[in-house]
C-alpha cells in the first residue's frame, strides 16, 4: 500500500470518518484541523496525498495548496479538494488540484481518485504554479488580476475571490500585472495604493489604461474589453514600511496622480469583512 494520506477538514466527525473509510481499506492516515496545521504536519513527514476541505479557519483549503504549489519540496504532492460548493470545480481545476470531490462525499469515487494518483496511474502533474491555465477558463468564471506588496492581504484576497467563483492570479510585480492584461485580460484589476514596485502606482495605472485603450480599438475584437481597474490600500504591517500611514494627504495626493493617468475605482483599505461586498460591484 502506498505512504501515508493527509486528510485537512475542521469537521471531527467528517474527518474521523474518511479516516475510517481509508483505514478499513489499509491506508496510513493523518489528520490536520486546517490549512496552518497541515503545512507543519508536511514539513515534517511528506505525505504521498492530500484530501482538504476548502473552507477552514486558519488557512482554508485554497491557501494551502497555494502555498504547497509554490513550494518545489511540496509542488509533487496530489491534491484532492473536497467541498459542498459544486460551482468551484472548473475554478479549482484550471488552477492545478488534482481532483475535485464534491460533498457528501461517494466513497467510490473517492477511492478511484485515491487509486488514480497513488497507483500512478494518473498523467502528469502540472508545473508547480499558482497560476490558472487561460484556455481552461470556463465561460462565465471571472478572471481577477491583483498587484500587492502585502502577502498577507494577498493571500486573503485571493481566497475570497476564489470562494466568490473568481480564477485570480496575482503578483508583487507591476511588470506582471501589465503582462496578465496583456495576454490573459482579467476581468479586474485590483492595485495596491500602499505598494512600492519597480514604478510608481500612478504609471501602472497609466499602462494599464493605454493597453486597454489599445485593445478597444481593435477592428477585429468580438467582445469590449473593458475592465474596472481598483485602488486599494493595506494597513500597516510589522516589517514593512508602508508609504501611506501617515498623513490621510499622502493618500489623497497619490489618489490624484493615478486619477490624471486614466480611469480607476478606490475602494479604501483593505479588510476581510467588506472586501467582498465593495467588490461583487465590480464583478456583476
Not at 496578465?180 to 494599464?208: C, F, H, K, M, N
Amino acid at each position: 500500500m502506498a505512504g501515508k494520506i493527509l486528510i485537512v477538514e475542521d469537521s471531527p466527525e467528517v474527518s474521523e470518518l474518511i479516516k475510517e473509510m481509508l483505514s478499513e481499506n489499509g491506508y496510513s492516515t493523518d489528520i490536520a484541523a486546517n490549512g496552518t496545521e497541515a503545512l507543519d504536519k508536511i514539513r515534517k513527514s511528506i505525505p504521498s496525498l492530500i484530501l482538504a476541505d476548502v473552507i477552514m479557519p486558519e488557512m482554508d483549503g485554497y491557501i494551502l495548496f497555494k502555498t504547497l504549489k509554490e513550494d518545489p519540496q511540496f509542488a509533487h504532492i496530489p491534491v484532492i479538494i473536497f467541498t459542498a460548493r459544486a460551482k468551484m470545480e472548473d475554478t479549482f481545476k484550471a488552477l492545478g488540484v488534482s481532483s475535485f470531490l464534491v460533498k457528501p462525499i461517494d466513497p467510490e469515487k473517492l477511492f478511484a481518485e485515491i487509486n488514480k494518483h497513488l497507483e500512478g496511474k494518473a498523467g502528469q502533474e502540472q508545473p508547480a504554479s499558482s497560476l490558472p491555465v487561460e484556455g481552461a477558463v470556463d465561460e462565465g468564471v471571472k478572471k481577477v488580476a491583483i498587484l500587492g506588496a502585502e502577502k498577507y492581504t494577498l493571500q486573503n484576497m485571493t481566497g475570497q475571490l476564489i470562494k466568490e467563483g473568481c480564477l485570480v492570479k496575482s503578483s508583487e510585480k507591476s511588470a506582471d500585472i501589465v503582462r496578465e492584461a496583456e495576454q490573459w485580460e482579467p476581468d479586474l484589476i485590483l492595485l495596491e495604493l500602499s505598494g512600492e514596485y519597480q514604478e510608481p502606482v500612478d504609471q501602472v495605472v497609466g499602462r494599464l489604461n493605454t493597453l486597454i485603450q489599445q485593445k478597444a480599438a481593435q477592428e477585429n475584437r468580438v467582445a469590449t474589453y473593458n475592465p474596472p481597474i481598483v485602488l486599494y490600500k493595506s494597513e500597516e504591517v510589522e516589517g514593512r514600511a508602508n508609504p501611506l500611514s501617515g498623513r490621510k494627504s499622502d493618500t489623497e495626493a497619490l489618489l490624484k496622480r493615478c486619477y490624471a493617468k486614466g480611469e480607476a475605482k478606490y475602494i479604501g483599505s483593505y479588510s476581510a469583512v467588506s472586501f467582498a461586498f465593495k467588490v461583487r460591484v465590480f464583478l456583476n
